[in-house]
T-cell receptor
Framework: NAGVTQTPKFQVLKTGQSMTLQCAQD?????MYWYRQDPGMGLRLIYY???????DKGEVPNGYNVSRLNKREFSLRLESAAPSQTSVYFC?????????????FGEGSWLTVV | AQSVSQHNHHVILSEAASLELGCNYS??????LFWYVQYPGQHLQLLLK??????LVKGIKGFEAEFIKSKFSFNLRKPSVQWSDTAEYFC???????????FGIGTKLQVIP
């Protein structure tokens, strides 16, 4: 059981370049999330998708777009990368409701924008 | 919108010392509460969670947390820490019926042998 898989693990971009971070989960979860983690800022929610076909902004959505391609996949796109987007990005998923409600995280994607 | 405050950003303890990490949230309704741990170089893993029922929740590795609704708090405790508990700890809240999960900024715990 792979859980939450994100790619790439490491990426260096030049300012202005675009890229997409891919995320897939094999747990049949309804909800998926993208967070960024920065020193002293903790985890901040960029976008989330409560269920297939829906997406919503989190705390820091500016400069990002997302696509919930199907139930398994939730991608994060940087259209024009900026140095301020240098961060570690985590994808996560969670079942819709019930007593489980545990968020499962991917291993992270280290992005550097120069 | 909900928010989470973690009061201690960096804690240093000697092995065998007791630990308490503070977490307060702001949301007036029903909530689910979580503590996650991130060991150096790894992704976040669930330590424990509160969904309903007994407000004293026991998690893995000897951790526990108490939900005090009147104080909007969910503090994490461990009676005796070990060097292997060195990690960053995150508190999180999810309002009941909603899927948005908000994390605190984390507390870095360093345990000295």
């Amino acid at each position: 059981n792979a859980g939450v898989t994100q790619t790439p693990k490491f990426q260096v971009l030049k300012t202005g370049q675009s890229m997409t971070l891919q995320c897939a989960q094999d747990m049949n979860h309804n909800s998926m999330y993208w967070y960024r983690q920065d020193p002293g800022m903790g985890l901040r929610l960029i976008y989330y998708s409560a269920s297939e076909g829906t997406t919503d902004k989190g705390e820091v959505p500016n400069g990002y777009n997302v696509s919930r391609l199907n139930k398994r996949e939730f991608s994060l796109r940087l259209e024009s990368a900026a140095p301020s987007q240098t961060s570690v990005y985590f994808c996560a998923s969670k079942d819709l409701d019930g007593t489980g409600n545990t968020i499962y995280f991917g291993e992270g994607s280290w992005l550097t924008v120069v | 919108a909900q928010s989470v405050s973690q009061h201690n950003h960096h804690v240093i303890l000697s092995e065998a010392a007791s630990l308490e990490l503070g977490c307060n949230y702001s949301y007036g309704g029903t909530v689910n509460l979580f503590w996650y741990v991130q060991y150096p170089g790894q992704h976040l893993q669930l330590l424990l969670k509160y969904f309903s029922g007994d407000p004293l929740v026991k998690g893995i590795k000897g951790f526990e947390a108490e939900f005090i609704k009147s104080k909007f708090s969910f503090n994490l405790r461990k009676p005796s820490v070990q060097w292997s508990d060195t990690a960053e700890y995150f508190c999180a809240v999810r309002p009941g019926g909603y899927q948005k999960v908000t994390f605190g900024i984390g507390t870095k715990l360093q345990v000295i042998p």
